[in-house]
């Protein structure tokens, strides 16, 4: 039986509770502000060895501390332990028996009904809920488009910090490339620049060099997107990671997206002309398959990043 989320027991406010009695005052920060910072990670089920195998735990903790920190989440930042993070995380897994692929969304929010927008010295609460993967971006490739809307920049909101309230900028991106008959878009920093898309990371190949932007437009530092750099070593795949131009987008061999939830996603035209062939390219391909085996721990050489449940 597949799993169904209004079914599910959920992480809220330091305990396990129906996910029916989840909820949040409609005049809190996070409903009002989007105070809210977050990660997703993946958990695979593996039938032959019947356990799941959660994919850098460790790391997405990491990513909520950073944020945390960025955001002045000075409560969560200075108290909640990785140990802490990993039981909690541990026990709602098994409490919802998944033998599935699923995700795991896991967020902290300033949990106090104040007057206006203020985050220092509030106290701090953590949510986590799981929810089957679903198809956020076509796995057989997508048309995208570069986006009229541009990236927003890190002084304005921080892109290294995953906060909900920043992805009404994404919203927009999305929204107008869905109503142009697109899948996606891609985003521009405010330098003309390519940063990412709507909610992967971007990478592209040139003459067998696998080339991502930089950290330096404005891009979420994906969790995905470092791994992706690190198979491509061991591979043996030159790699950079630098300014990429829109019209560099248009020559490129390959290019795909990639994220906790999107996976690897082959692009195959960007504001319609195609990319390569049109079709899925071998770079692609080869670390879209390594990465898969790496998450159903098939591959030995990355275990280091695999928790096994």
């Given at each position: 039986?597949?799993?169904?989320?209004?079914?599910?027991?959920?992480?809220?406010?330091?305990?396990?509770?129906?996910?029916?009695?989840?909820?949040?005052?409609?005049?809190?920060?996070?409903?009002?502000?989007?105070?809210?910072?977050?990660?997703?990670?993946?958990?695979?089920?593996?039938?032959?060895?019947?356990?799941?195998?959660?994919?850098?735990?460790?790391?997405?903790?990491?990513?909520?501390?950073?944020?945390?920190?960025?955001?002045?989440?000075?409560?969560?930042?200075?108290?909640?332990?990785?140990?802490?993070?990993?039981?909690?995380?541990?026990?709602?897994?098994?409490?919802?028996?998944?033998?599935?692929?699923?995700?795991?969304?896991?967020?902290?929010?300033?949990?106090?009904?104040?007057?206006?927008?203020?985050?220092?010295?509030?106290?701090?609460?953590?949510?986590?809920?799981?929810?089957?993967?679903?198809?956020?971006?076509?796995?057989?490739?997508?048309?995208?488009?570069?986006?009229?809307?541009?990236?927003?920049?890190?002084?304005?909101?921080?892109?290294?910090?995953?906060i909900n309230g920043s992805y009404i900028n994404a919203s927009?991106?999305?929204?107008?490339?869905?109503?142009?008959?697109?899948?996606?878009?891609?985003?521009?920093?405010?330098?003309?620049?390519?940063?990412?898309?709507?909610?992967?990371?971007?990478?592209?190949?040139?003459?067998?060099?696998?080339?991502?932007?930089?950290?330096?437009?404005?891009?979420?530092?994906?969790?995905?997107?470092?791994?992706?750099?690190?198979?491509?070593?061991?591979?043996?795949?030159?790699?950079?990671?630098?300014?990429?131009?829109?019209?560099?987008?248009?020559?490129?061999?390959?290019?795909?997206?990639?994220?906790?939830?999107?996976?690897?996603?082959?692009?195959?035209?960007?504001?319609?002309?195609?990319?390569?062939?049109?079709?899925?390219?071998?770079?692609?391909?080869?670390?879209?398959?390594?990465?898969?085996?790496?998450?159903?721990?098939?591959?030995?050489?990355?275990?280091?990043?695999?928790?096994?449940?």
């Open positions: 039986m597949s799993f169904k989320l209004e079914n599910s027991t959920v992480y809220f406010n330091e305990e396990f509770v129906p996910f029916n009695d989840a909820n949040l005052s409609i005049a809190s920060s996070p409903v009002l502000y989007g105070l809210t910072i977050y990660t997703v990670f993946s958990i695979k089920w593996d039938d032959n060895q019947k356990k799941l195998n959660a994919f850098r735990l460790k790391d997405h903790y990491k990513r909520l501390i950073n944020s945390a920190r960025i955001m002045d989440f000075h409560d969560f930042a200075e108290s909640y332990s990785y140990n802490e993070f990993e039981r909690n995380m541990i026990k709602l897994i098994k409490l919802n028996a998944i033998k599935e692929d699923v995700l795991v969304r896991v967020a902290v929010y300033i949990d106090e009904i104040v007057a206006g927008t203020k985050i220092h010295g509030l106290k701090n609460s953590v949510s986590a809920y799981i929810y089957p993967f679903g198809q956020i971006l076509n796995p057989g490739g997508i048309n995208v488009c570069v986006s009229s809307w541009v990236r927003t920049q890190d002084n304005a909101q921080p892109s290294r910090a995953k927009l991106m999305k929204n107008e490339a869905l109503l142009n008959g697109y899948d996606d878009a891609i985003a521009l920093d405010h330098n003309g620049h390519v940063s990412e898309g709507t909610v992967a990371n971007l990478f592209l190949v040139r003459d067998g060099v696998l080339i991502t932007p930089d950290n330096s437009t404005d891009l979420l530092e994906g969790i995905t997107r470092s791994s992706i750099m690190d198979i491509a070593k061991d591979q043996g795949i030159p790699t950079e990671s630098r300014a990429v131009d829109r019209s560099e987008l248009y020559i490129a061999d390959e290019v795909f997206m990639c994220g906790s939830s999107a996976r690897i996603v082959p692009v195959l035209s960007i504001d319609k002309r195609p990319i390569g062939n049109g079709k899925s390219g071998e770079i692609t391909q080869k670390l879209s398959k390594i990465y898969d085996d790496i998450q159903s721990g098939s591959n030995d050489k990355f275990t280091h990043w695999i928790k096994s449940i």
